[in-house]
């Protein structure tokens, strides 16, 4: 396969990785793997980020369970989640037989389906091995495709949660944006003993975390940013404009961090167990990170976003990856198998108690365990013998399942990458100048944007 000899190669313990940047010049239509002869499952995915890169563990566990084959090779997409999807939609356009396996982000899979790049799951397989009543309900409705069929099965979720300080705000997380700007008070942030101490650290650099942010901020201010029922357009009411225009007073008052401007997800993280603010938005995988550093772990609670309604949990937009078959695989059967295989319970708890996935199958919710009790099971590393007990476990899984069944969705547009760098980078700019976006312009430029027709000229 020239894909193999062409990338740069990295080997990782005992599976195969490839590191790569997809060079188009190397694909041709048709396919150059001889099912004869290539012995193995292709799986194609963005990077592995969570802590101990459990991912490469389990997979490792499948190739030593198949000494005859077929083993798995893991390939890793580099250049950011936009260039991972553009990469990704134009090979398998041409017709590469690359991949088998492909780890779509929940909002890519509805336009690769649409494409006709995907292999939906025979019907009897799905009855007989992804019984869907033991997966949790919205991550196993983001694999089903417009005509019913499914597919992709998820892999892991992820949906946000608030960090506090609660040596400092106590036990008693913020419901309400409200209530997060009366923690932030003088006094507490004084407590802090940073020089640039604010209330909130979060992700609002010029990249797709802004566009979450910025679609949970509307959503927990009561309003709606979405693809109109009736019409292909985008559409931005009234308490959607009042709630991203806030984003600009809070930096004002010190609500927000000023450096969350410049920061993705792990810039966050170390600002936060750093001192520098009282709370934190961000994914579930933090979770283990800050329980992992000694200075910060007895400090820290979690709990679900604020909302508008102290009654309610914030609805944070729903995260996560799939896994597919490409409709070009010469292992499809194989690629099924091993797809049933990662998804099971087992896996699930590995990835769950050891690295910080959030699980799909609801077994693991109603067990958790340790990750040291799990046969074969053993922590990597020195930061990883403070992992989680089954207490922790347990807590943490219900907060995750709660802000799961609240988590809402990422307009399904035909051109997501084009919707989110046209939102990310508008709002940016408008934050960074202190003019709050007029909702109706905003709304007309990402229709612009989404893909329902040539993109304007100003469209990033």
């Known amino acids: 396969m020239r894909l193999r000899t062409a990338a740069i190669v990295t080997a990782v313990a005992m599976v195969t990785t490839l590191v790569v940047q997809l060079n188009f010049d190397r694909y041709t239509d048709g396919c150059e793997r001889d099912p004869e002869d290539d012995n193995s499952i292709v799986m194609f995915s963005g990077e592995d980020v969570n802590p101990g890169r459990r991912r490469h563990e389990l997979i490792n566990t499948w190739n030593a369970e198949h000494p005859r084959g077929p083993k798995v090779e893991l390939v890793e997409l580099v250049g950011g989640a936009d260039h991972e999807y553009s990469q990704l939609l134009a090979a398998h356009q041409l017709g590469s037989c690359a991949s088998d396996v492909l780890s779509l982000d929940v909002v890519w899979t509805p336009p690769f389906a649409r494409a006709g790049l995907l292999e939906p799951f025979p019907k009897e397989q799905l009855k007989q091995q992804f019984d869907q009543r033991n997966f949790l309900h919205g991550p196993w409705r983001t694999g089903t495709g417009d005509d019913g069929e499914q ?14 300080r609660r040596d400092i705000v106590g036990n008693s997380p913020p419901r309400t944006w409200d209530e997060l700007r009366g923690m932030s008070s003088p006094e507490n942030l004084a407590r802090l003993r940073a020089r640039d101490a604010a209330g909130i650290v979060t992700q609002l650099a010029d990249y797709e975390g802004l566009t979450v942010n910025g679609l949970e901020i509307a959503a927990s201010g009561g309003g709606t940013i979405g693809k109109d029922p009736r019409q292909e357009k985008i559409t931005i009411d009234a308490a959607a404009e009042r709630a991203l225009g806030q984003i600009i007073k809070d930096f004002e008052s010190s609500v927000i961090h000023g450096e969350s401007l410049n920061f993705r997800e792990n810039d966050s993280v170390a600002a936060f167990a750093q001192g520098r603010a009282l709370f934190l938005r961000n994914w579930p995988y933090t979770y283990h990170v800050l329980h992992a550093d000694p200075m910060i ?24 990856q799939n896994l597919a078959v490409s409709r070009n695989s010469v ?3 194989e690629a099924r198998e091993f797809i049933e295989w990662i998804t099971r319970p087992r896996q699930q708890l590995r990835l769950f108690a050891c690295g910080g996935y959030v699980p799909v199958r609801t077994e693991v919710y109603a067990n958790p365990e340790q990750c040291s009790k799990i046969p074969g099971q053993q922590p990597q590393s020195e930061p990883e013998q403070t992992e989680l007990s ?6 943490f899984a219900r907060i995750l399942r709660t802000a799961i069944s609240q988590a809402g969705t990422r307009p399904d547009v035909p051109n997501y990458p084009g919707f989110s760098r046209a939102f990310h980078r508008r709002l940016h700019n408008s934050i960074v100048q202190g003019a709050a976006v007029d909702r109706r312009n905003f709304a007309d430029y990402l229709t612009a944007c989404a893909g329902w027709r040539p993109p304007g000229k100003d469209c990033p």
């Open 151 to 164: 597919y992709a099965i998820p892999f892991h979720s992820d949906a946000p949660l608030l960090y506090y």
């Open 297 to 320: 772990k007895d400090r820290f609670g979690t709990a679900q976003l604020p909302d508008s309604n102290p009654s309610t949990p914030g609805p944070g937009i729903l995260g996560g």
């Open 390 to 395: 089954d207490a922790e476990l347990t807590k």
């Open 331 to 333: 292992h499809k059967k």
